[in-house]
């Protein structure tokens, strides 16, 4: 089992493969947090944690043990932290009391240990049979309010997942005006953080700054969980790198405004909070009812940054994504956005379609522009009929049109969202989130729709059903344009306005979980304007994201690079597109706007139709190379060797997928600088088995595993810009 109760002790262990947690319900019945690190052999763990001295000006409970002058809500470890108690340091819950007074001092009850992984109601989170469950229950020790701490924990990925349920039992309202999930408090010594930034078409930039005693956080306002930050971060030792170093990667299942904030504390110690933003937040618990944190999910590792990358890639492919496509090999699409925008009608898509076919692509995607009288991004989003005009029939006979090529057919959809020229806006008004008296903010020509109300959700979804009843459709891009501002909800009074950003969340959820169960054989790809949305919540519900609308090659790998420190490269939507680039006007040879698709789920988003004949044969091989090393690429390990991130250490980026066994890698480089009297340069392999020989590309020298992985092999020079090339590594 991977939890242990020792009654003696009054521990709680989780245990991991590699992995152990423990937390331990300490002589005044708080919940303290012992140890998160390496596994090893079971004691109690508490006396690392212990606060002896060392904490001037905290407060201590009134029940505090006789003579422990430190024992304070502001130094001890603690599984759930509670603002307004004495605890100064970042906090993970605030309660509003009935009453009005702020605070609660969370005091063990019961614990539970349970087989199987929980579930949370109206939320995503992962899932399984072989995970096991412990449920602690804490109190305040004042008032009926309860607070059920859940823990799962997946021994196989060294996966250890948490969420909390907040329940009142008195018989008045309480406000939640803080409801974060996580408080991981980490022992004295020094820590940096690494998160991913961005912007649209440049999402996930790796940066890394030290944990000092100024607060740092990651978080979004946005109502999506943003390209700006992305809800996952990793904290490590200060010199912990991809192979060596303590590193907890803390990723959220959520989408919506999150804060991930880390600070070092009066005791030296390190503190992380992780959850809902609570600006701008505050929820109602009215008696006897519930309030679910989203949850968050956490890896530890003991030998750095690719170990716990290849944990979160298995259990996202495995334990989180859902549906007959999770494993499933993929469809090779062609999208027509950055083929044609909005100007197509069905005779162009189809004889796209007819010469994508005869390269091997399998599924042609409608983009934007097929609905309502949408020929520019200024209407019609909200009115989900299509235009017969332009389909030059219906929705079902295109579809048909698209199949008698041989090819399934998909379609975008963006339900969230709502023109204020539309037939939705103009009748109901009121179903975009506006304040009153207060012009709302356009961004994009377009409004958001309040699915903080059921109707509203429901009208979407009816029409959405409307729409893939009445034709042929394999796949659907679900996009998101701009993000939330002017959070009103007409249906919520003044004192609830508070929960409109969550309530969102759960109605857009609840949406995509009806669509998604009703449509099984259905792939579902999430966006938002790419990758604004590419986070734990949205895979939970869609298998595959558009990582960003950046589709330059040379650009893709620092996007792709970072992306992949969290999410595996089957849920990466990467596309071959023409030159010059649209978003950059970079030229690169074709072949490595391939490689680089490839370590994604590969697919084309250009005009197939003006391409030359060398061009279309290129395709054609890129496809068969793909499907090649599909298995490889989708299920290997993936280790990131050469950083983009870089310059000066590297002219290459070079990254590698290997079977689990050593069998077999494929190494991929890109050169994205160029330099005259280039120094050659090596690439270290990783995963192979030592003793083991092997071959490049079925040359003739012949090395040990050894060797490929502590001298590594020569990158081959091309003379010309942005060059890449696969190296595939077999058993000699
Ligand atoms: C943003 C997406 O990321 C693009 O791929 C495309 O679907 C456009 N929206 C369409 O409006």
Known sequence: MAIVFNSVDKTYTLTTKNTMYQMKVDECGVLEHTYYGAKMDYMDMHYGVECVYGASFSPNPADYPDEKWAYSYNALHQELSCAGIGDFRLTAMGVRNGDGSFGAEPRFVSANIEKGKYSLSGLPSFYGDDADTLVVTLKDNTNDVYFHLYYGVFEEYDLITRSVVVENKTNCSIKLEKAMTLTLDLPTGSYDMVYFHGRHTRERML?????????????????????????????CDKNANEEYGSAWGIGLVYSGNFLISAEKNLQEKTRVVAGINPENFNFEVEPNGKFTCPEVAMVYSDSGFAKMSNSFHKAIRNNLC???????????????WEGTYFDFNADKLVAMAHEAQKMGVELFVMDDGWFGKRDNDRCALGDWTPNEKKLQGTLSELAQRINNEGMKFGIWFEPECISEDSDLYRAHPDYALAMPNRAPQVSRNQYVLDFSRKDVVDNIYNQLVKVLDSANISYVKWDFNRHITDLYSVALPADKQGEVYHRYMLGLYDLLEKITSKYPDILFESCSGGG???????????????????????????????????????????????????????????????????????????????????????????????????????RGDYYRLISPFTPDESLYCAWETVKPDGSEALVCAVRYETDACTAPEYVKVKGLCPEKKYRINGGDRVYTGSALMNIGFMLEYDFFSYPSRLYHITLA
């Not at 390209?227 to 990793?234: D, K, L, S, Y």
């Not at 994604?600 to 061009?615: I, N």
């Open 532 to 634: 604004g949305r590419f986070d734990m919540g949205m895979l939970y519900y869609m298998p595959q994201v558009w990582t960003s609308d950046n589709s330059d090659a040379i650009d893709r790998l620092k996007i792709q690079y970072g992306t992949s420190f969290a999410y595996p490269v089957s849920t990466m939507g990467a596309h071959v597109s023409v030159c010059p680039n649209h978003q950059n006007a970079r030229v690169t040879p074709l072949k490595t706007r391939g490689n680089v698709a490839y370590f994604g789920t590969y697919g084309l988003e250009l005009d197939v139709t003006k391409m030359t004949d060398e061009e279309k044969t290129e395709i054609a091989r890129q496809i068969k190379e793909f499907k090649k090393y599909y298995e490889l690429i989708q």
């Open 207 to 235: 940066e890394r700054t030290s944990i000092k005693h100024s607060r740092i956080s990651v978080a979004s306002m946005r109502g999506a969980s943003s390209h700006m930050e992305n809800p996952f971060v990793v904290v």
């Open 322 to 336: 859902r549906g007959k496509f999770k494993n499933a090999m993929r469809p090779v699409l062609i999208n027509n």
